[in-house]
């Protein structure tokens, strides 16, 4: 796309669904600009996956400079709250922040609500739950204001959410109702959210998994089995469970290849989606 219209001077934002260039772009406002590379990307943040989260190459990295990629160890707790302390230090120059989790996107923009430590208890419980039940007996136990602001699909959203509530006897809509001001409001960044063709995406993120194949997938795959555990949050990267289950001998390459690709077309699918009902003060980008 062109950059010609994309601000010099103010904070840049993009946001959109997987596979859709987010990165590249930045890439090339943080050459033209001066610009630090920031991470959105609830992911992209995890030691363990570098390929299977398209986080940038080590050669990416050290060519422009980049933050806030690939320094979470794969069981440490990692959430919005973590991103927006380690972000707020970064915002005293110019950068360009890039991810596909809106959420992290809302709390820059619209503020993070102070909601205090879930214990280890009720986090035991809700997995047990979770694993037993489901995500929609979490979810029916939601009051409606909550349900209408998070990922009905996602089940780590419907467990947080669950969590909130068992723990403080509030529900999360409560809590974020009485949000703080924004690190950095929309009117001061330039925001902007890629919105492909449907068909022209589905068809990249069909290459991209067979590009990740290519680079290693399966051999980064085979480095996570050892103590793997799906209920960790870093366990959510798409394609690993399915190369994982693949390298246990539960399904063949071809089968976890077209497991992996589908997940990740239904993944691009929420996304936008959830662009569209919680971005609407974006500025929409037409791919290709």
Known sequence: MQTGSISREAPVLIAGPTASGKSALAMELAARDGRLIVNADALQVYENWRILTARPSAEDEAALPHALYGHIGRDQPYSVGHWLREVAPLLDRPVVIVGGTGLNFNALTRGLAEIPDVPTVIRAEADARIAAEGRAALLAELDPATVGRIDPLNPVRVQRAWEVWRATGRSLAAWQDETPPPLLPLSKAEALVLEPDVPWLNARIDRRFQQMLTEGALEEARANVPGWDPRR??????????????????????????AATLASRQYAKRQRTWFRSNMKAWRRISLP
């Open 233 to 258: 949050p870093s366990a959510k990267a798409i394609g690993g469970p399915e190369l994982i289950a693949h390298l246990k001998g539960e399904m063949s390459l071809d089968k976890a290849t077209e």
